[in-house]
């Protein structure tokens, strides 16, 4: 981290509460948790922010969105982050090792691969998004309010991104092992993973 933090032991408060439950959810304090040290109501707001984005839409295809937003944006953490997401809470480690072993999206289905390009084009360049843009999903079967969420999905991952990123927050050592060397590997698209 580039900033000083407030460290686990010494956290009370709102600080405190917000520590614990990032531990509590991820059976350690990941480092992102640091990031927001000196605005606990910060991290709050976007904890409800992202659970809204995240709960009022499709799991799988959040996390296909925030994959593809996330790679655009160069971020490791939020990749591999994701990326354990979709295997593990969505039960599909085929479609992230697809995205692993080609991170231009080619080889999911056409949805998928429509969903995930789009995330990442609003992501790099949303003022780039034209009528065909939208007009693509709603060919392969996304209602209005879907591709709301796609497109609500990614500019939510700009926010991570660039918090995490622009503070140092390296990508989770425990986070990292989860994946083999090689899969790792192909998510690591910004900062590198942080040293034990």
């Not at 079967?141 to 591709?147: F, K, N, T, W």
């Amino acid at each position: 981290m580039f900033i000083d933090a407030t460290p686990e032991e010494d956290a009370d408060g709102a600080l405190g509460a917000y520590y614990q439950q990032q531990r509590d959810a991820w059976g350690f304090l990941p480092n992102y948790a640091a990031a927001f040290s000196t605005r606990p109501d910060v991290a709050a707001a976007w904890n409800a922010l992202n659970k809204s984005i995240r709960d009022g839409m499709e799991r799988r295809r959040f996390e296909i969105a925030t994959i593809g937003a996330a790679r655009a944006l160069g971020s490791t953490y939020c990749t591999a982050a994701h990326s354990k997401f979709l295997r593990d809470a969505c039960d599909d480690e085929a479609t992230m090792l697809a995205i692993a072993t080609d991170p231009d999206g080619a080889t999911l289905d056409d949805q998928d691969r429509a969903v995930y390009e789009f995330a990442a084009k609003v992501a790099q360049d949303a003022a780039s998004i034209q009528q065909e843009d939208v007009d693509r999903l709603r060919a392969h079967g996304l209602s209005d309010a879907d591709v709301a969420d796609v497109v609500f999905a990614a500019a939510a991952r700009c926010f991570f991104t660039r918090v995490l990123d622009g503070l140092g927050a390296q990508l989770d050592v425990q986070t990292a092992q989860a994946f083999t060397p090689e899969v790792l590997a192909s998510m690591v698209v910004g900062r590198p993973v942080a040293e034990v």
